[in-house]
């Protein structure tokens, strides 16, 4: 199993630009999550999906929207973005009907510059 | 609402112990988790409490008290790739985790 993966690792961005951010898990978890990483801070819930057809907002979703047509695909796109969005990006799932109750497996991360 | 403190940077010496406390305030609680996430990479997990206890697991050992919104890791027989960030984080009553800002642990030889 390949895990949870997520393309690219490094992206530059100018401001105004779109971009989406791919994710994509092997493990067939229903449970899909983004979140950003700044320093200084805890990891902040952008967006979150509990199944295929069903997303929902988290902590910080304004300039994120997401989509999930499938369990294994959950990507986030950025519709314009700006300097505030300069971070790092984790896309995490989980089963909560594991015996790990809500264990997150994490993606590797892409670390965006939007300048 | 919600607020998780841990400190923001511990020092131990290889070999020894060291305790990262985490305390939290929350209206809702389903269990905290650890996570350790070496410099560059993604968060792996750790632990998970639920109820009030230690947890053992080889060196690494998790502790949570409900009553007095306390979590620590204890992190025995200390190496140099245990050099870290350990993140706390909380999971609400929508089952969504809270996150700590996280103790950098720096191990000296």
């Known amino acids: 199993n390949a895990g949870v993966t997520q393309t690219p690792k490094f992206q530059v961005l100018k401001t105004g630009q779109s971009m989406t951010l791919l994710c994509a898990q092997d493990m067939n978890h229903e449970y899909m999550s983004w979140y950003r990483q700044d320093p200084g801070m805890g990891l902040r819930l952008i967006h979150y999906?509990?199944?295929?057809?069903?997303?929902d907002q988290g902590e910080v979703p304004n300039g994120y929207n997401v989509s999930r047509s499938n369990t294994e695909d959950f990507p986030l796109k950025l519709e314009s973005a700006a300097p505030s969005q300069t971070s790092v990006y984790f896309c995490a799932s989980s089963q909560p009907t594991t015996g790990k109750a809500y264990e997150q497996y994490f993606g590797p991360g892409t670390r965006l510059t939007v300048t | 609402g919600q607020n998780i403190d841990q400190p923001t940077e511990m020092t131990a010496t290889e070999g020894a112990i060291v305790q990262i406390n985490c305390t939290y305030q929350?209206?809702?609680?389903?269990?905290l988790f650890w996570y350790q996430q070496h410099a560059g990479e993604a968060p792996t997990f750790l632990s998970y409490?639920?109820l009030d206890g230690l947890e053992e697991k080889g060196r690494f050992s998790s502790f949570l008290s409900r009553s007095k919104g306390y979590s620590y890791l204890l992190l025995k027989e200390l190496q140099m790739k245990d050099s870290a960030s350990y993140l706390c984080?909380?999971?609400?009553?929508?089952?969504?985790?809270?996150w700590g800002a996280g103790t950098k642990l720096i191990i000296k030889p």
């Open positions: 999906s509990v199944g295929a057809g069903i997303t």
């Open positions: 984080a909380l999971m609400d009553s929508n089952y969504q985790l809270i």
């Open positions: 929350t209206s809702g609680f389903n269990g």
């Open positions: 409490n639920v």
